[in-house]
């Protein structure tokens, strides 16, 4: 990739992404075939005034030798250190900056049941930690093209080939042009990310003044499904503000409007559309059918074991956390291509998400406990699992308090109503 492109796309992640302010801390989780891009944003981070940026390497192959030779007991173990770690990133709240550029196979054929029996070891120790970073710091996921991710998408393409492909749609699909290089030599991105949130706002501010009770999804593949709204729960979609009221932007690229739902308000049945990828393998063609809100039956074509042992990590697995509104229009789906990376494929797709919601979506959000919340009716789980369920033909429809039915998908695009 040119190198003028990839120092463009680090000041985008920087500047408008993350949004580093001076004298704010920084951490970057990068995989390691990304070493030439983590070192631009490094440089850009410094630039705009971070005190101290700290690269964290990540390295899908060896987390698979862990997980085949490693031991339970030692790999579930979180030592002093580590939870002393995790203490001061709470305690300082440093900007997160995540490159993937993982292979979508990566742990495949690895035994779910060891690696879901470690994470959930682990989890209850680190949670707290968590919780205290919650909407309290800046972050922002990216994406950079890897050999392995690019073989999978072009496989008949070289693996040089195959790598520039990725890398074009990756540039169009965050607003850098229409992937060529030229075009992303001279656009401007932060521009474009200015316009794509105004756009955003419009959509919000229209659903919150609806005031919708509940939403129906209905598509031609199987999907019949209801699901509860949280009366103070806000729409929500592009950028965002921390608790220190900077703006940021934490998924790039982004094309959803979300919000949490009510916890045990869900009936029916939901059909995939897309793959979902989970801890580096993949579930695909699957179904799930819910009751009282949970997860009750789930069938999959591939990955069925899998599936079940998600919305059983822990007993609020099974509930929603997230739904999410994306129109067929998304640049990611006019791309065509399937990404096997739920940052893009979610962004295709209308789709929801197993797992723990979103607080900030809730009024005064930041004066309440995480106990407050939760009864509410956010869920809380240790995972989020988004999965795809957009159709060229799902129509969603919105429910009032006094009953009335408002179209707000019709074809898999927004009603023209809205």
Known sequence: ???????????????????????????????TD???????????AY??????????????????????????????????????????????????????????????????????????????????????????YQWVIVAAAGEKWAKKLFPEASAEEAVEKLWAAI??????????????????????????????????????TMGFERLRYKSSNGTDFEVGLIPTAQWMGGGEYSLQNIFYNPNMPTEEIFTSPMKGQAEGVLVSTKPLSYQGQLIENFSIRFHEGRAVEVHAEKGEELLKEMIQMDETAGYLGEVALVPKESPINRSGILFYNTLFDENASCHVALGRGFTNVLENFENMTQEETIRVGINDSMIHADFMVGAEDLQITGITKDGREVPVFENGTWAKNE
């Open 34 to 44: 990304q070493a030439e891009l983590a070192g631009y944003v490094v440089e850009e």
């Open 1 to 31: 990739m040119n190198k003028e492109i990839l120092k463009k796309y680090a000041n985008l992640i920087v500047r408008t992404g993350v949004n580093v302010q001076p004298g704010q801390k920084c951490i970057v989780v990068v995989d």
């Open 47 to 136: 630039k705009a005034g971070a005190l101290s940026v700290r690269v964290e390497w990540q390295n899908s192959q060896i987390d698979r030798l862990h997980y085949q030779y490693g031991d339970v007991d030692e790999m579930s173990t979180v030592y002093p250190w580590q939870e002393a770690k995790q203490k001061q990133q709470a305690e300082e709240l440093p900007c997160m900056i995540h490159i993937m550029s993982d292979d979508p196979d990566a742990l495949k054929g690895v035994d779910a049941k060891k690696m879901a029996e470690v994470r959930k070891r682990r989890f209850p120790i680190l949670k707290p930690y968590r919780d205290a970073m919650e909407n309290k």
């Open 171 to 208: 540039l169009s699909c965050i607003h850098m042009g229409d992937g060529s290089q030229e075009a992303a030599l001279s656009c401007d991105p932060i521009g474009a990310w200015e316009e794509h949130n105004k756009r955003f706002t419009e959509k919000c501010q229209w659903l919150n």
